[in-house]
Nanobody, 122 residues
Framework: QVQLVESGGGLMQAGGSLRLSCAAS????????MGWFRQAPGKEREFVAT????????YYSDSVKGRFTISRDNAKNTVYLQMNSLKPEDTAVYFC???????????????WGQGTQVTVSS
């Protein structure tokens, strides 16, 4: 089992950057693929990015490809989401999650953090 805590959210103007962090408890962090999802008000939670156990393979949604970068540091039990060129439509609560295999499907993630709010003003 793993517990996840996100941080780094906040208010940013369009065009700016933020870096989200997700700290995991336990000694098995490197056993999990990690993902980031987001949920805007009134919308379903959607996939943003995922990274495999070793950090060598990553996938992104089309809406963030080229602007966001997911990375992980297994020595620090932490996964990151670097968000550049932010747009108002990126406004959402961002969640990190852990899965047993690399996947873009929300239902295949077993563990979730509580989320961190990102607000992008125009």
């Amino acid at each position: 089992q793993v517990q996840l805590v996100e941080s780094g959210g906040g208010l940013m103007q369009a065009g700016g950057s933020l870096r989200l962090s997700c700290a995991a408890s336990g000694r098995t962090f490197s056993s999990y693929a990690m993902g980031w999802f987001r949920q805007a008000p009134g919308k379903e939670r959607e996939f943003v990015a995922t990274i495999n156990r070793r950090g060598g393979i990553a996938y992104y949604s089309d809406s963030v490809k080229g602007r966001f970068t997911i990375s992980r540091d297994n020595a620090k039990n932490t996964v990151y989401l670097q968000m550049n060129s932010l747009k108002p439509e990126d406004t959402a609560v961002y969640f990190c999650a852990a899965a047993y295999g690399t996947t873009t499907f929300r239902t295949e993630y077993a563990y979730w953090g509580q989320g961190t709010q990102v607000t992008v003003s125009s």
